[in-house]
């Protein structure tokens, strides 16, 4: 699935603790970008991550709980 909206404080590992309660997640993906600002700190997302579920129900049901559900202030869209 695509969730989008997200902000710069949330990591794989955030993704992986809530979207991993609606099934076994194979792979989470985010877009990161490097800005010469604070390529000594690390990376920043994008604001969009895919993650792979095992199974297509496992996947839909992430989606009806989380599409217009809120992680860290903001409200996401699967």
Do not use: P, W
Request: proline share 0%; with cysteine.
């Amino acid at each position: 699935i695509q969730v989008s909206k997200l902000t710069k404080n949330v990591t794989d590992s955030h993704l992986q603790e809530i979207f991993g309660s609606y099934g076994r997640i194979r792979t989470i993906e985010m877009a990161n970008m490097l800005e010469l600002y604070i390529s000594l700190l690390g990376q920043m997302n994008k604001g969009t991550a895919f993650i792979d579920y095992d199974t297509r129900a496992e996947a839909e049901k992430a989606i009806s709980y989380m599409d217009g559900g809120q992680l860290d202030g903001a409200v996401l869209s699967c």
